[in-house]
């Protein structure tokens, strides 16, 4: 079975990506937990993280995302995430942590507009 994960990486379903190579894919969550919240996911499937070929890799991916969402966005960390089992799809959650949620989710709703700034943003500071 094809996963909505799978579908947004061949671009059958379209998302706000902010970077990819050959071997990962990060966009922004549809529904995020704070402004920002990225999934960043394997092309090569795999249900689970640890599951993932050369797992060190894969959260090194990470890490200028993190560096370019803590410069754009500012929040006062990014928290790492990979917990979820709506997809059967391994991915790792980047959550910006913003002074006033440090116990807790806004879970903003943003417009179309906004989710695509917000991409921008974050893709105009990554190296």
Do not use: R
């Not at 394997?42 to 993932?52: Q, R």
């Not at 910006?96 to 917000?118: A, D, G, V, W």
């Amino acid at each position: 079975m094809t996963t909505i994960f799978e579908k947004i990486i061949l671009g059958e379903i379209s998302s706000y990506k902010i970077t990819e190579n050959d071997k990962y894919f990060a966009f922004l969550d549809i529904h995020p937990k704070s402004k920002g919240h990225i999934l960043v996911i394997p092309k090569k499937p795999a249900t689970w993280t640890w599951e993932v070929d050369n797992m060190g890799e894969y959260f090194q991916f990470c890490k200028p995302i993190i560096t370019a969402v803590l410069k754009s966005l500012m929040p006062i960390t990014v928290s790492i995430h990979t917990f979820g089992t709506e997809v059967p799809h391994a991915h790792i959650h980047l959550i910006p942590i913003y002074k006033n949620e440090e116990n807790k989710f806004e879970n903003p709703i943003l417009t179309p507009q906004e989710m695509q700034s917000i991409a921008d943003s974050i893709k105009s500071c990554l190296n």
